[in-house]
């Protein structure tokens, strides 16, 4: 079955601009979480959609935001970009309940750079 | 505060060898470790996990040792080969299993 896809795979913005990365998750799992790569910082929790509902959030400021939709595909909203913002956005997906988590794929990500 | 701490940041090992990457935790709600693996260009990739009620799991030549009371959890990979040369990296989540905790990765060489 096709995995967890993210576009666009690379991005380059302006310092102040905004933008959407959008993940599609594998087919039938419900639950979608975004993470922040970084060499500096590693791996950090953005949020995650259940049924088109937040379920979690991490510690980032409110620039970033998200979206689930009823089929379950998910995007991400970064506002006022900042240099910092640089990084590797990765999308998770799972069935969303818990006995199931060891089904947790990981897309490919999209690598955005500020400039 | 990081609430996975992982070493070491990078390991060369000869193929053949073992490769031993340690993670200690400090919140004792967390219930479920994963290991994950991944190459440059992608996104990581489920390895192997383990809950807190086993001690030992092995699949393949991929180990986790989970100690409880020490709060640490450790990734043995036997019979290393070129192909296992990648970053990896340790996590936890708790019961909820909705937002996971990385350690901060370990750059796997192994060398032929």
């Known amino acids: 079955k096709a995995g967890v896809t993210q576009t666009p795979r690379y991005l380059i913005k302006t310092r102040g601009q905004q933008v959407t990365l959008s993940c599609s998750p594998i087919?039938?799992?419900?639950?979608v979480s975004w993470y922040q790569q970084t060499p500096g910082q590693g791996l950090q929790f953005l949020f995650e959609?259940?049924?088109?509902?937040?379920?979690n959030k991490g510690n980032f400021p409110g620039r970033f935001s998200g979206r689930q939709f009823s089929n379950s595909r998910s995007e991400m909203n970064v506002s006022t970009l900042e240099l910092g913002d640089s990084a590797l956005y990765l999308c998770?997906?799972?069935?969303?309940?818990?006995?199931?988590?060891?089904?947790?794929?990981f897309g490919s990500g999209t690598r955005l750079t500020v400039v | 505060q990081q609430q996975v701490k992982q070493s070491p940041q990078s390991l060369i090992v000869q193929k053949g060898g073992i490769s031993i990457i340690n993670c200690a935790y400090e919140?004792?709600?967390?219930?479920?470790f994963p290991w994950y693996q991944q190459f440059p260009g992608k996104g990581p990739a489920l390895l192997i996990a383990?809950?807190?009620?086993?001690s030992e799991k092995k699949e393949g030549r991929f180990t986790i040792s989970f100690n409880k009371s020490a709060k640490q959890f450790s990734l043995h990979i036997m019979d290393s080969q070129p192909g296992d040369s990648a970053t990896y990296f340790c996590?936890?989540?708790?019961?909820?299993?909705?937002?996971?905790?990385f350690g901060s990765g370990t750059k796997l060489n192994v060398k032929p």
């Open positions: 919140n004792t709600a967390f219930d479920y």
């Open positions: 996590a936890a989540s708790g019961h909820n299993f909705n937002k996971f905790y």
């Open positions: 087919s039938g799992h419900r639950s």
């Open positions: 383990i809950r807190p009620d086993v």
């Open positions: 959609y259940f049924s088109e509902t937040q379920r």
């Open positions: 998770a997906s799972s069935p969303g309940q818990g006995a199931e988590v060891d089904g947790y794929t």
